[in-house]
């Protein structure tokens, strides 16, 4: 892999002034503004014989070049979150527009978005607040892929794997021939997964990790870091799952042996994130953690560590 500023492809193109990496004559990575990291993403450019790019979260300025510049056929939403799809009204009218069935209902919209993700006491103010520091706007798509859809773009050919866990509409993109694959917000961060949205799924996130990690992977590329090869995926991919049970023990911990807590009461303890909500009063920051935890919770509850009483509060079982 090699960086380079401007790209290669069938053309020879004038430079764009973009920061990219090659993973193969026809394959990009576009880093996003924010060097890809949230409110942004890394996009990937497909310069084939139908030209594809991977997502719109990486920043107007960039996706407005791309789509002047390299004349995008067909642009694929690997996920409803606006860091991924904030500059996809950009296309609207010019371009073809893919989306994942399973979000079809609320992927273009910001209200309806809001109401999925965080609910209605809080849609207003996620509207507020996220929406415009990635740019989001509604926009109108042309078509839905489910699992398995094959992407026949020319010399390459991608297979959407649908690997929910993450929000339900959560894809990822193999390339058998070159063994590549695209893992978007499978993110092998060192913070571990995020699954703070009430759809969010812990058992379904494990699963998706685990059919990805049987793929003979060559070479991975998510959207918030650096692409990786295999050998290197294998050992992030093994840390990014054991996150679960690493925070499945830090939520125990956080009770007291027999005192039931209420939800409030554990998250505000912030066993996840580490940060003092007194000093931090950020609600949108705190229902993110609110949903991971009760999920934690949930599951220990379901393998018996964990105790619910009968208003709700949760408590370790007493030794007997």
């Known amino acids: 892999m090699r960086i380079v500023t401007g790209y290669m492809g069938n053309d020879i193109l004038p430079p764009l002034g973009l920061k990219a990496t090659a993973i193969t004559d026809t394959i990009w990575v576009v880093q996003g503004s924010n060097r890809g990291r949230s409110p942004f993403s890394n996009a990937v450019c497909v310069l084939d014989r139908t030209r594809m790019l991977m997502d719109t979260g990486c920043g107007h300025d960039i996706v407005a070049t791309l789509r002047d510049e390299v004349s995008i056929d067909l642009v694929f939403l690997s996920h409803s ?85 993450h929000l339900k509409d959560h894809y990822c993109m193999w390339e058998p021939d ?74 125990l911990d956080t009770l007291p042996e027999g005192v039931p807590m209420s939800l409030d009461g554990i998250v505000n303890r912030s066993p996840i994130y580490q940060v003092d909500y007194t000093l931090h009063p950020d609600k949108m920051l705190r229902f993110g953690e609110t949903r991971m935890v009760e999920k934690h919770l949930l599951g220990l509850a379901e393998t018996g560590f964990v105790e619910i009483d009968a208003q709700g509060r949760f408590r370790k079982p007493s030794r007997s």
């Open 178 to 251: 070159r063994k590549i694959l695209i893992g978007f917000d499978m993110d092998m961060s060192p913070f571990g997964p995020w699954y703070g949205n009430p759809e969010s799924d812990i058992p379904l996130f494990k699963e998706s990790i685990r059919m990805i990690s049987a793929l003979p992977v060559e070479t991975y590329i998510s959207s918030h870091a650096r692409p990786m090869k295999g050998p290197h995926f294998v050992k992030r991919l093994a840390a990014y799952e054991a996150t679960f049970g690493q925070r499945d023990r830090t939520v």
């Open 81 to 165: 979150h606006p860091d991924h799809t904030a500059g996809t009204w950009l296309f609207d009218g010019s371009t073809e527009v893919s989306v994942p069935g399973e979000g079809a209902e609320s992927i273009s919209s910001a209200d309806r978005l809001a109401l999925r993700f965080v609910g209605r006491e809080l849609a207003q103010l996620w509207k507020d607040t996220y929406l415009p520091v990635t740019g989001y706007r509604d926009f109108t798509f042309s078509s839905q892929f489910g699992d398995r859809f094959e992407f026949s773009l020319g010399e390459n050919r991608f297979i959407a794997l649908h690997t929910p866990g």
